[in-house]
């Protein structure tokens, strides 16, 4: 099936008339089609009691794969109309991080039903995952993996994953462990498929193995998988024993993830679910956006206070006036665009604190270029349209000279503060993507009004 | 190795150090123990001259890997010290996807010499693949795949990626096509080590196979990834037949690069190249900042233009003055949000145009209580701060009022504009990032000033 030929809207009108028809086999045969993340998008589509019948239309394995694709609220409802022994399937199908996943949304008390229904061993493994800090390695990380012995040949190591293969997510990157489960090497299905059954795993595995620590940042761990091409990722304990692997797709979700809450925290903001657009209420909305709002429109009282503190000299010359609102955004915009290229060069690690200098100087000279540029063709374009055009009487030539001299100078300076704010936010451990745009423009705000004021101030002896 | 234990400088003052001691087998065993990624960022520290003799150090497959990470100037400046046969090994170990990468950024010089140095079947291949549009699906895809019938055996299956698998990039995805090479099916090396030998593949092939085709928009390709949690994704022609593949590693790098894309057109910023932030230069940077720097500046004449408009009432008032920055400033944050996370919604697919309707209602109510949220504390604010504590005479409850005011309509205003924008912007066909901040603070800018005059004007009768 092609992605575009029909959508998942056409689709479910096809499954909802089938429905009325009670049809229920031919639904059956036609969700054997369909992969279980378009089945569950079509649930959407779908009442709470319709979705519980059509799920108990799904194939075992299929209902738990589209199980894990539903969102939270949906799952919610389901484990609430779940028998024991429905719940108790679905759980046995779901992979150990998925079920930590789903536990982590749901109520107390559903929690609860989800561990009776799970078996000792699973529940002390689902335990243990929950004690993760949400941003770690841990949180992301799977306990089931496959490992091999170093003196296994390939035939073992094939019987091994035979064998036990099934519930793994992947099996394609197997972990080789001493008896003490440290990691020691690891290797590939691929190899393993190259090599002849009898040779001996300890003389081809890689024994230079990149792995994080259960502690550190998913960020960066997902960050390996872009850097390294990695299909699985291995995770230890402070004891350097192999608990879990991180698999490229939730490396991928992470890396989403972390770039949807980038871009948000560029815009001011404060991201507080997970949940898609459409889904999140008015209020919801509102909390995550009015507090950045509200502390910026504060922090604009300094360019009040400015404004103030020259306010005899604009009204001697209120020309000067029609001229800030162009002179703040271009300062902004400068600063925007090097601040938006410093935070993510610093989430893609391409610069780091070392490199302050390089950057700054580097910003400093692109500012001095763009603002050359920007004056050149602002004093052109203040005399040909502002003044003979518009007829703006008020405008001398050197009243043009100050607007033209503020543009170079507040480029240079919006450049200079828009790359170091980022660095010196990182280096102090905070996020980088909070100095972005809106709060660079209010400080570049008041850095124009003050070279424009002052510059106006040296040069028209106002 | 854990990826925090040594810095790559530190590995690079080591081997330096061998190699000036010209300790050469040592840096051959060194190598050994080192990812080719870190091979190539070590090779950064290193002389052009003295990279060309680390390189001759690296076993051959490694020798591949490597060259693919470094940057292109640096493989360039390697082919041409490379002799015919360096070039043919090195090539013959590249996978096609990556050769083809390599020679899009090479001189034409030596695109002919890497060409002339491959057989005639990967010269095809090539040549092919360098015909698809930079931005479709095909110009991602590599050649190299493992096809089987759907009447092979298991058994026949291994023998089959045994024999040809050491030369595809990715064996774990298994593709089954007809006769005329169309894709009818598709099984994982999973499936096959769970099935006995002598089991037929089109028993339990999956037939429902998510697909996309040479011509579709690589971006859409790599979200399915993200999706689907596929390894890899078969791209199919005109005709339906299966032609390459695209695996989760260039996925990963279309979805990176796209973010990186979308966070500097979102902040005015036009992409020139995909070289990391320290390897562009100042004339570089200024060519890729200039362009909308400049438009927005002359877009601002506008803004300029208003407040001429009301110049007199300005003078007659001048404290109304002193607030401009704050009231623009707010617009353009409530209008960045509201853009932004649209922008984001319709990349990821969770929004399109048909819900352009909800989408604005939603805003429009999130900026009604954002705005009210805003307007409360400014009165208050502007009341005891501003006047009473800055002492401004000038500030009467009616100014103030009018300050609340023009906070509560240009924060719906700016919210249902920064939704908009981007929604007409993709049914367009454009690109709705350029819609962001930037660009909606300078339509935010004069929307909030009109408000705030025209308040002004009807309540102070100014």
Not at 63 to 69: G, I, K, L, N, R
Not at 146 to 168: H, M, P, Q, Y
Not at 279 to 307: N, Q, Y
Not at 333 to 355: H, P
Request: a negative charge.
């Amino acid at each position: 099936m092609n992605i575009e030929e029909k959508t998942i809207e056409e689709i479910a009108q096809e499954i909802l008339s089938l429905y009325r028809d009670k049809k229920y086999i031919e639904i059956k045969k036609e969700f054997e089609e369909i992969n279980p993340t378009d089945v569950a998008l079509i649930f959407g589509e779908f009442s709470e009691e319709q979705r519980i019948l059509l799920f108990r239309l799904l194939p075992k394995e299929a209902a738990a794969d589209t199980f894990v694709e539903l969102d939270s609220e949906t799952q919610e409802a389901m484990i609430r109309a779940f028998s024991d022994t429905e719940l108790r399937e679905v759980i046995d199908e779901l992979y150990l991080d998925d079920t930590v996943d789903i536990i982590e949304e749901m109520p107390a008390t559903i929690v609860k039903r989800i561990l009776k229904n799970t078996d000792s061993q699973t529940r002390a493994s689902i335990n243990t995952l929950l004690k993760y800090p949400e941003d770690s390695a841990g949180s992301i990380m799977t306990p089931e993996f496959v490992d091999l012995k170093e003196n296994s040949t390939v035939e073992d190591a094939f019987k091994r994953i035979r064998r036990t293969g099934v519930d793994k997510e992947t099996i394609y990157t197997c972990y080789v462990t001493d008896s003490s489960r440290h990691l020691i090497g690891v290797t590939t299905v691929k190899e393993l498929l190259l090599h002849d059954y009898d040779d001996i795993i300890q003389d081809f595995m890689e024994t230079n193995v990149i792995y994080v620590n259960t502690h550190d940042d998913k960020e960066e761990a997902a960050r390996l998988f872009g850097k390294y091409d990695f299909l699985a990722l291995p995770v230890v304990d402070m004891e350097q024993r192999l608990v879990g692997i991180i698999t490229v797709d939730d490396a991928i979700d992470v890396l989403e993830e972390e770039n949807t809450e980038d871009i948000h925290k560029m815009n001011a903001i404060v991201r507080t679910t997970e949940k898609p657009y459409l889904k999140i209420g008015v209020f919801e909305t509102w909390k995550s956006r009015i507090p950045w709002l509200m502390f910026l429109m504060i922090s604009a009282t300094f360019t009040g206070m400015i404004i103030n503190a020259f306010e005899d000299k604009l009204s001697a010359m209120i020309i000067l006036t029609s001229f800030i609102p162009m002179l703040m955004g271009t300062g902004g915009n400068s600063g925007g665009q090097s601040s938006s290229t410093i935070i993510r060069a610093l989430s893609l690690n391409e610069v780091d604190f070392k490199d302050i200098f390089k950057i700054v100087w580097k910003e400093i000279r692109v500012g001095f270029v763009c603002g050359l540029s920007l004056a050149a063709v602002s004093f052109v374009k203040v005399l040909l349209v502002d003044k003979l055009l518009l007829g703006q009487e008020d405008i001398t030539f050197l009243v043009d000279l100050v607007i033209s001299l503020t543009l170079v100078v507040e480029t240079v300076f919006a450049k200079a503060v828009g790359c170091v704010l980022p660095i010196i936010a990182k280096k102090m451990k905070f996020d980088p993507a909070v100095m972005a745009s809106p709060l660079i423009t209010t400080i570049t705000d008041a850095i124009s009004l003050l070279i424009y004021f002052g510059l106006a101030t040296a040069i028209l002896h106002i």
